[in-house]
């Protein structure tokens, strides 16, 4: 299986569950942590940030991405970032089903974006189901807030700080609390 393949199919968000899936997860994984302990176990320039992470993500990542490692990512190969975007320190992407940020994002510290679930019955948990999670542009995810499976941000929202995203946030509202609620409109 290839990267492109791996990325079509989990596009039709149907459960990961043959040994073909599991075998390519797993040395993606591998590849994944190999990148991410170069990351975090010693300082780097911002230009030297930028080059692991263009390696983690398969990539190259834009001259105006900044993170504060440390970074973790369990795959990697399926995050997309625009530019002038901001990671702060000990974030968590678990980016199987896809993570695709917009331009002019920032996210907080301990932020966390899980792409795939189980399923509910004991019998199905054993297989991972994907499903994206998409920001719009200039969103904000306060620190630890978890976004989860199938969520899109969109363009300019708030996720107030120790939320847990489980639906959709339309352009320009703040949200917060788990799980999350609307709070209010972003007005000028």
């Known amino acids: 299986m290839t990267i492109?393949?791996?990325?079509?199919f989990v596009k039709t968000r149907q459960?990961?569950?043959?040994p073909e899936v599991h075998r390519f997860m797993d040395e993606m994984s591998n590849e994944a942590r190999k990148v991410t302990f170069k990351l975090n176990t010693a300082y780097h320039t911002p230009d030297e940030v930028r080059n692991l992470m263009s390696e983690l993500f398969g990539y190259q990542v834009p001259d105006t991405f900044r993170v504060f490692p440390p970074f973790y990512a369990d795959f990697g190969k399926n995050t997309t970032v625009g530019e002038g975007v901001f990671i702060n320190?000990?974030?968590?992407?678990?980016?199987h089903g896809g993570v695709t940020?917009?331009?002019?994002?920032?996210?907080g510290h301990n932020v966390v974006f899980a792409t795939l679930n189980h399923g509910l019955l004991p019998e199905t948990?054993?297989?991972?189901?994907?499903a994206p999670i998409v920001l719009g542009k200039n969103v904000w995810v306060g620190s630890n807030s978890t976004i989860l499976a199938g969520v899109s941000i969109g363009d300019n929202a708030v996720v107030g700080a120790g939320a847990v995203v489980t639906k959709d946030v339309p352009a320009n509202a703040v949200v917060g609390g788990v799980p999350s609620k609307f709070i209010k409109w972003i007005t000028d």
């Open 4 to 8: 492109e393949e791996f990325k079509e």
């Open 15 to 18: 459960p990961l569950d043959t």
């Open 89 to 95: 320190a000990c974030c968590h992407f678990q980016d």
């Open 101 to 107: 940020i917009g331009d002019g994002c920032q996210i």
């Open 125 to 130: 948990r054993v297989s991972t189901i994907p």
